[in-house]
């Protein structure tokens, strides 16, 4: 794949993402349900994909040493999916999203830790004038602090996953790693709705709802979930993160146009905004640059 071929679909699906947490607004479940819903239907998605190419079926092979690694990475993106649409529920699609971009700060400190190398001075003090603008839109949107701690919460996860996800698509198939971490996130959540009582008492998803849900969790998952884990072995880190800067961007223009009254925030949040999103890429920028003048 050319790296525009493998950017110009990069580019879509952050577009896709950003349609995701429109459709996780529109959809009735609670978050623990439609999490449940999109992870089993989206398992059942890829494993029909996988079965129906022969050469692909080799990738369902259960390889004992691997399975560990499914399975953090599945929990990892089930406790994030749980805190994103929680969020969206007790807040908004746009509130959720501009904190959600705190992801590739929180990539920058979970990366050290896992690789052993020290915090760079930079990214703390970016960290913080990150914080600082979000303190500053809370002040202005006067918003409930639930809303945005759930969604730190997911930009957290989603930095975690970010990272393990890099170190494990080096050795394995994009579609055999995103098959079996939304598969062992699906057991994850039914053992969860298991021992809170409440799996044989799941709401019914109205027929509205089964269309969102289908396209969630084809579309917006299995598709864009395998796509965008392949396409970490054509572009580096750095351009994938810098790109996923712009979710927020499609995310809350698609939300005014599709929720309309709810989603139209102040001009101070869309100025706020602008600026904690300019200093998300400046951090990725910086981090480039003296990655290079270190080779």
Known sequence: MSHLKAY?????????????????ALIRLD???????????????????????????????????????????????????????YAIKISNVSITLI???SGAFFTSLIEPLLFKRKIYWYEMVLGLLILTGF?????????????VYYALIAAFLSGLFSVVN???????????????????????????LLFKG??????????????YIIILASIC??????????????????????????EPVYGIILA??????????TTGFYSGSSIILIIIALNSIIKHKLKKQNY
């Open 31 to 85: 978050y623990l349900s439609l999490t449940w819903y999109r992870m089993g239907l989206a398992s059942l998605f890829l494993i029909i994909y996988i079965l129906l190419q022969p050469k692909q079926r080799r990738l369902l092979k259960f390889d004992l040493k691997n399975q560990l690694k499914y399975m953090t990475g599945g929990i990892i993106i089930a406790l994030h999916w749980m805190a994103f649409f």
């Open 198 to 211: 409440q799996l044989f008492q799941l709401p019914l998803p109205t027929y509205t709802d089964w269309l």
């Open 166 to 192: 890099g170190i494990y698509i080096r050795h394995q198939s994009g579609v055999q790693l995103s098959f079996f971490q939304l598969f062992y996130g699906f057991i994850f959540l039914t053992v969860v």
């Open 99 to 101: 904190t959600l971009s």
């Open 221 to 246: 998952t299995a598709y864009a979930f395998t796509q965008s884990i392949s396409l970490m072995k054509y572009l580096s880190p750095y351009t994938v993160m810098l790109s996923i800067n712009l």
């Open 135 to 147: 303190y500053i839109l809370l002040k202005i949107e006067k918003v409930d602090f639930n809303g």
């Open 256 to 265: 005014v146009i599709i929720l309309g009254d709810k989603e139209k925030m």
């Open 8 to 24: 110009t679909k990069l580019h879509f699906i952050i577009f896709i993402w950003g349609f995701t947490a429109v459709l996780g």
